[in-house]
């Protein structure tokens, strides 16, 4: 079955500055690639995802990740962080179900 | 109305009682699922249903029963809650293929 690893569990950025958030995937064929945003006390949000195509996908709110086949990566950026991405990012990939990383914590200091 | 609402939001239950958690969906999928969430472990599937004739077990099935009532419905039972099954469970719903998931608010479930 497929899997995810998020390799940090929690990372501080100050507001402004860039952010990487790290995803490896394991998976026999093409991977469907995902990442989701979840806010205190809330659901989890699709953020961008990936099928095919062009290797560097655009998403909501500023964010864009970059697909790389031969290190089975999937990471996040974001150029210029708010204070308001605080929250958890969850990298997921799908085959005939989903499965998640176990998360990243993001912490935006002023 | 939000596309998938989980009733109820907040629960304590004692051990050894049942519990159903129920979840609505009016995105018109076929597909449902239902997780639960750990702080450090993420999200791990415990069932999904990819139409109402259809149930199929997840990464942690044990403990857990589910219905799917009708295409928009899919409720997720513990027949005997034990404490280690608090947690945040999500239920979540996708179109055919692949696809991103919609997912509800969540219920937050305590069995002391």
């Known amino acids: 079955a497929q899997s995810v690893t998020q390799p940090d569990i929690h990372i501080t950025v100050s507001e402004g500055a860039s952010l990487e958030l790290r995803c490896n995937y394991s998976?026999?064929?093409?991977?469907?690639l995902f990442w989701y945003v979840q806010s205190p006390g809330q659901g989890l949000q699709l953020l961008l995802k990936?099928?095919?195509?062009?290797?560097l996908v655009q998403g909501i709110k500023g964010f864009e990740a970059e697909f790389k086949r031969s290190q089975s990566s999937f990471n996040l950026r974001k150029p210029s962080v708010h204070w308001s991405d605080a929250a958890e990012y969850f990298c997921a990939v799908s085959g005939n179900d989903m499965r998640f990383g176990a998360g990243t914590r993001l912490t935006v200091k002023p | 109305d939000a596309d998938v609402t989980q009733t109820p939001r907040n629960r304590i239950t004692k051990t050894g009682k049942r519990i159903m958690l129920e979840c609505s969906q009016t995105k018109g999928h076929d597909r449902m699922y239902w997780y639960r969430q750990d702080p450090g472990l993420g999200l791990r599937l415990i069932y999904y249903s990819f139409d109402v004739k259809d149930i199929n077990k997840g990464e942690i099935s044990d403990g857990y029963s589910v219905s799917r009532q009708a295409q928009a419905k899919f409720s997720l039972s513990l027949e005997s809650a034990i404490p280690n099954q608090t947690a945040l469970y999500f239920c979540?719903?996708?179109?055919?293929?692949?696809?991103?998931?919609?997912f509800g608010s969540g219920t937050r479930l305590t069995v002391v």
């Open positions: 998976y026999g064929a093409t991977p469907y």
């Open positions: 979540a719903t996708s179109a055919p293929g692949v696809s991103g998931y919609t």
């Open positions: 990936y099928f095919s195509g062009d290797t």
